[in-house]
């Protein structure tokens, strides 16, 4: 069955540093990977998805995660934080049993300091 | 309007009582999904429903009941609330594909249980 691990409930990072967000799953098929995003008092949106093809996709907001098969990883980053990045981000991977639910991680929380 | 739209956005209610959430969604989606947030737990599965007369519990679906009345409501209930049901409540939908593309979400419920 399918998993996904977050490292770290919260990441503390300053204005214009490098975000990097931890995830790793396990899944017993090729995987569909996801990262979403939520900001206080609204739902989750979604920021990137690998399917199949290239293994580094982009999203909104210029964040990018990267598809490591061997490493079994799928980190979020972006070059430069803003202040508007603070918010929770979730990865999550489409299972591959009980009609392909979508399962989530627990969620990092991310601040951004000025 | 939001493609899915949850109602009521804030509900506060006393122990005891019945209580029903509402999700609508305009994605013409067939499956619709009911999950609970809470803080450092991530979002955990209630109930879903792959189309109208396919309802199927998830993880913590003792205390909730669901209804598909259309392909596009989907309810949840509380049929006797209780304090450790306060949550906040997404709606999400997705494709047949089980959300290749990625769930849609709702703003969510906030509901508090004293």
């Known amino acids: 069955a399918q998993s996904v691990t977050q490292l770290g409930s919260h990441v503390s990072v300053s204005e214009g540093a490098l975000v990097l967000l931890r995830c790793n799953y396990s899944?017993?098929?090729?995987?569909?990977l996801f990262w979403y995003v939520q900001y206080p008092n609204q739902g989750l949106q979604l920021l990137l998805k690998y399917t199949t093809g290239a293994t580094l996709v982009k999203g909104i907001n210029g964040f990018e995660a990267e598809f490591k098969k061997s490493e079994t990883s799928f980190h979020l980053t972006k070059p430069s934080a803003h202040m508007s990045d603070a918010a929770e981000y979730f990865c999550?991977?489409?299972?591959?049993?009980?009609?392909?639910?979508?399962?989530f991680g627990a969620g990092t929380r991310l601040f951004v300091k000025a | 309007d939001a493609d899915v739209t949850q109602t009521p956005r804030n509900r506060i209610t006393k122990t005891g009582k019945r209580i029903m959430l509402e999700c609508s969604q305009t994605k013409g989606h067939d499956r619709m999904y009911w999950y609970r947030q809470d803080p450092g737990l991530g979002l955990r599965l209630i109930y879903y429903?792959?189309?109208?007369?396919?309802?199927n519990k998830g993880e913590i679906s003792d205390g909730y009941s669901v209804s598909r009345q259309a392909q596009a409501k989907f309810s949840l209930s509380l049929e006797s609330a209780i304090p450790n049901q306060t949550a906040l409540y997404f709606c999400a939908t997705s494709d047949h594909r089980g959300g290749a593309d990625g769930y849609t979400f709702g703003s969510g419920t906030r509901l508090t249980v004293v």
């Open positions: 899944s017993s098929v090729p995987p569909y």
């Open positions: 999550a991977v489409r299972g591959d049993t009980g009609g392909f639910k979508t399962i």
């Open positions: 429903s792959f189309d109208v007369k396919d309802i």
